[in-house]
């Protein structure tokens, strides 16, 4: 089944503790993006990936960092959490970007908490 | 700056009636436009979309209708069902570039009542 595969589901942590959120696709696609959803806000983009090796900076990313090392994975760390990340994550893919013809294909979303 | 707006946060509906969710935006080279549904715990999914050539796209129970004079787009559900009950998200995107970027709204709740 193709899918989006974020882990884990949800995750209570305290500030300053290092953590990371995995996303891994089986689609071979070549862009991979996360966001961040909360209250009032709809889904910010924190980063985005056009392939492997290739990332760039979305609308929100202080505090966070990611990689993509191979195609199917792309990582999200959060070096010094802070509570102002406690938030709802998504992991995103799709073929080519995020414009015509290839709309995102979404993760289930990991909810975060830093206390 | 909101570029992507959508004003109402919430809308209730009849069973078998007619779903209206708007949205607007403000940023006029914008030239595409998607639709995604959101159930609790889980990740949104793609609908509907509409290039801004078009003025109307369907599918299905599902109708996109864009008016770029007014920049404005709005979703029709006819008929509605209880399972159309989620979470709608209005985005937009503008050029064909690889690196042209999705701009989201907040999303409407919308509820079907049986």
């Known amino acids: 089944e193709a899918q989006v595969t974020q882990n884990p589901r949800y995750l209570i942590t305290v500030t300053g503790k290092k953590l990371t959120v995995t996303c891994s696709q089986n689609?071979?696609?070549?862009?991979m993006s996360w966001y961040r959803q909360d209250p009032g806000l709809g889904l910010r983009q924190i980063y985005y990936?056009?392939?492997?090796?290739?990332?760039d900076k979305g609308d929100v990313p202080e505090g966070y960092k990611v990689s993509r090392k191979e195609k199917r994975n792309f990582p999200l760390i959060l070096e010094s959490p802070s509570p102002n990340q406690t938030s709802l994550y998504f992991c995103?893919?799709?073929?080519?970007?995020?414009?015509?013809?290839?709309?995102?294909?979404f993760g289930n979303g990991t909810r975060l908490t830093v206390t | 700056d909101q570029q992507v707006k959508q004003n109402s946060p919430s809308l209730s509906v009849q069973e078998g009636r007619i779903s209206i969710l708007n949205c607007d935006y403000t940023?006029?080279?914008?030239?595409?436009f998607l639709w995604y549904k959101k159930y609790p715990a889980e990740g949104p999914t793609f609908l509907i979309s509409?290039?801004?050539?078009?003025d109307k796209n369907e599918d299905g129970r599902f109708t996109v209708f864009l008016n770029k004079s007014a920049k404005h787009l709005s979703l029709h559900i006819v008929p509605s069902q209880p399972g159309d009950s989620a979470v709608y998200f209005c985005?937009?995107?503008?050029?064909?570039?690889?690196?042209?970027?999705?701009?989201f709204g907040k999303g409407i709740t919308l509820s079907v009542r049986p």
């Open positions: 995103a893919s799709s073929p080519r970007g995020q414009h015509y013809n290839s709309p995102l294909h």
């Open positions: 509409i290039s801004s050539i078009k």
């Open positions: 990936s056009m392939n492997v090796e290739v990332t």
């Open positions: 985005a937009a995107t503008a050029g064909t570039g690889a690196n042209s970027k999705l701009t």
């Open positions: 689609m071979n696609h070549e862009y």
């Open positions: 940023n006029s080279m914008f030239d595409y």
